[in-house]
């Protein structure tokens, strides 16, 4: 890898994070807190981050964006479970990670990801470099528009690559973001790719690029249409049950959360993405015809949206 190549890749998620947090205040009305941090030696990793979240504001309940560039010792099962060769290589992980969660239900949880992965195999040679990320849309209530223009964004980010892009990063989202405890969708879906490298380096670079620059095109539209409507204790309540599935999911199945814990990662900055308050039923059915009933028989489904 050239030498300047990392530094290029960090230069621009740290610029993508402070553009998104930006956007996140002037939107809110609020201020985020900006905790810088740094591992300390003789830690599992090394490395520094920048955790930007703001919560109890406004519109955002809370909104965190987090940035990371860490090196370790020894590649986490999770990352080498495509790449077995890579097992317990050295490694440096960069990345910006989002999820925010809004405080009026019909607002949807949003979850935007990029970063850069690179191992030293053990033979020598070049380090071996693969990309990963992407965004998707979970509501808890659904509109079509909403859906439809969410999706738009991520195919036109895509498109520049190849037409094949889109469906196929859309059904590994679909297939990703999928709690298997529950036979239940996550949301809506959008796009998800993990270990990429078709292209090279510069192609994966630019990838990340076009998906981190759309995330604000693809959501800011929707915050605005959904925020000023009126909701009651019935929607609020049905909000916090709707976010123990996202508890469940970033918990049991995601492998961002994991790969973060298993290589000795910052706890605080991997659990941003949980919620300030979730809420568990027991068998809980929606009534039949209602706005809740048709989240799960028409949204939280594998569907084409473009």
């Known amino acids: 890898m050239p030498a300047t190549q990392p530094k290029a890749v960090g230069d621009y998620l740290r610029g993508l994070q402070q553009s998104i947090i930006s956007a996140v205040e002037a939107a809110d009305g609020g201020s985020a807190v900006r905790d810088a941090w740094q591992k300390e030696p003789g830690e599992p990793l090394q490395g520094n981050g920048l955790t930007c979240i703001l919560e109890g504001g406004a519109l ?13 010792a020894k590649l986490p ?8 060769e890579l097992s317990g290589a ?43 990320g992407g965004m998707d849309l979970t509501p808890c209530y659904g509109f ?5 223009h969410f999706h738009t964004v991520c195919r036109d980010a ?3 690559f190849g037409a094949d892009k889109y469906p196929r ?13 529950r036979n239940e969708q996550r949301g809506i879906g959008g796009i998800f790719f993990d ?19 759309a995330f604000l095109q693809a959501y800011l539209p929707i915050v605005e249409r959904r925020r000023g409507m009126p909701y009651g204790e019935h929607e609020r309540e049905f909000q916090l049950y709707r976010r123990g599935r996202y508890v469940e999911f970033n918990l049991v199945w995601d492998r961002g959360t994991h790969f973060g ?18 809420s568990w039923a027991y068998r809980q059915q929606p009534e039949a015809g209602s706005p809740e009933a048709a989240l799960y028989s028409d949204f939280i489904v594998r569907r084409d949206w473009v």
């Not at 990063?169 to 405890?181: A, N, R, V």
């Open 195 to 213: 270990d990429f490298a078709e292209g090279g380096i510069e192609n994966g670079f630019a990838l990340i690029r076009s998906v981190g620059d």
């Open 90 to 132: 050295p490694f440096e992980a960069m990345g910006v990670s989002l999820v925010f969660h809004p405080r009026n239900p019909y607002v949807p949880i949003v979850h935007m990801n990029v970063r850069m992965l690179a191992a030293q195999p053990a033979g020598g040679g070049d380090p071996v470099c693969w990309f990963g």
């Open 60 to 72: 955002f309940e809370r909104a965190g964006v987090g940035f990371s560039q860490v090196r370790g």
């Open 144 to 148: 079509e528009e909403d859906a439809v």
């Open 169 to 181: 990063f859309k059904t590994w989202c679909d297939e990703y973001f999928f709690l298997k405890h």
């Open 261 to 278: 814990l298993q290589s000795g990662g910052r706890t605080e900055s991997i659990l941003l993405s949980m919620p300030p308050l979730a």
């Open 77 to 84: 099962p999770s990352a080498t479970q495509n790449r077995p």
């Open 158 to 160: 895509l498109a520049p």
